[in-house]
């Protein structure tokens, strides 16, 4: 049951420091900069020339972390709608590895797309949440998150531990593609294994309620990022349409200024995500808009240089940039949660929505 929530979205977003926990547990050795993913032997993806990530939803922004994540790694990737893929997939060659990314492992669109990439020859990995799912059996290799039952429609713990395993599988793909492990895991890995305390830092100390009710019965709410921050961006603003019904919408910070600016004006919050990548850019493009008269939030750590001109905080412990984003979505998933709570939203069946999507 809920216990003491209210609702299973809510209980689920205070799950996360013991699901993100389940997820790394026996898999890094900080000590020792080492990641050990169960299934794959050393090796197992020295081949990997390039991955195509497929996913839906809130499943397309974590494969959109994990692109990007690929990429700083040196590896060449791609995040792909599956629903798109059936038209628009990139050629596949012998070193294509398919990533397909669903929590369910029942999602129509998904499976389509991991059929394809196999009937095409590639070799196949699924990342998701559920032993014995159709996506789990059919792929070669599976990843379990083990975030346990997700009941509410809207995802959230599950972002976030689908985010932390293709972080991880990134660095494993980079490593055996190099045949050594890569440089920065030092640093990465402690500050993965302290992430279940940081997150019950940011659930015990946030102003999200309070922040939700100051820009209630706004016009439309947007949401920035840049690099890791703009999955984050994408993620905070779905979360926000789909259970308050409300207008949102996420961007790369710097194409704000390329159209969606002529939206902007007082009556709409920007909430901006400072992960440590290009903060400087992403604090000028947040400038814009705050010009423009919409009130700027800022989901950065205190001390940041955004605090001294946004209108609201969002506080997040420093941490690696590679895992900031997450911290910051936690405080975006509970926005939602509040402005959906004071609409009276059914906040854990949202109409027109299923958990699994099982048609194209
Ligand atoms: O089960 P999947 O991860 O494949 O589901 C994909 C999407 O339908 C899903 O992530 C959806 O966007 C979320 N429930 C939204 O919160």
């Not at 990465?188 to 922040?211: C, F, G, H, K, Q």
């Not at 019904?245 to 909430?271: D, S």
Request: proline content about 6%; overall charge negative; aromatic content about 6%.
């Amino acid at each position: 049951g809920k216990g003491e929530y209210d609702h299973f979205m809510l209980k689920e977003i205070h799950e996360q420091p013991t699901s993100l926990a389940q997820a790394i547990e026996g898999r890094i050795d900080p000590e020792n900069g080492r990641i050990a993913l169960e299934d794959f032997g050393p090796g197992t993806f020295a081949g990997v020339s390039n991955v195509q990530l497929v996913a839906c939803g809130t499943s397309y922004h974590a494969a959109l972390y994990g692109a990007l994540t690929l990429n700083q790694a040196g590896v060449r990737a791609t995040a792909l709608l599956a629903n798109e893929y059936g038209v628009a997939a990139p050629p596949i060659d012998d070193g294509t590895l398919v990533i397909a990314v669903t929590q369910s492992g029942e999602t129509a669109d998904t499976l389509r797309a991991l059929r394809r990439a196999k009937t095409n020859g590639a070799e196949t990995v699924t990342v998701t949440n559920v032993v014995g799912s159709t996506a789990a059996r059919e792929a070669d290799e599976t990843l379990f998150i083990r975030a346990g039952p997700e009941i509410g429609v809207a995802a959230t713990k599950t972002f976030s531990s689908q985010a932390v395993m293709l972080t991880l599988l990134a660095q494993r793909i980079a490593a055996d593609r190099r045949g050594e492990p890569p440089a920065d895991l030092d640093s990465l890995l402690p500050d993965l294994a302290a992430m279940p305390d940081e997150i019950e830092a940011v659930l015990e100390s946030s102003d999200a309620a309070a922040i939700a009710s100051r820009y209630r019965s706004s016009r439309s709410y947007f949401f920035i990022g840049r690099g890791l921050a703009y999955p984050v961006a994408l993620e905070g603003a779905l979360k926000f349409k789909e259970i308050t019904y409300e207008h949102a919408e996420g961007f790369a910070a710097g194409e704000l200024k390329h159209g969606p600016l002529a939206l902007v004006t007082p009556e709409t919050p920007v909430f901006a995500v400072f992960t440590g990548q290009e903060d400087e850019k992403t604090l000028h493009n947040a400038e814009e808009a705050q010009t423009r008269g919409a009130p700027l939030v800022a989901v950065c750590p205190d001390g940041h240089p955004a605090c001294e001109i946004a209108d609201a905080h969002l506080e997040i412990p420093e941490t690696d940039p590679t895992l900031a984003g997450l911290l910051a979505n936690v405080q975006l998933q509970l926005v939602s949660y509040h402005a959906a709570e004071l609409l009276d939203r059914p906040i854990d069946k949202p109409r027109n929505l299923a958990k699994s999507v099982t048609v194209e």
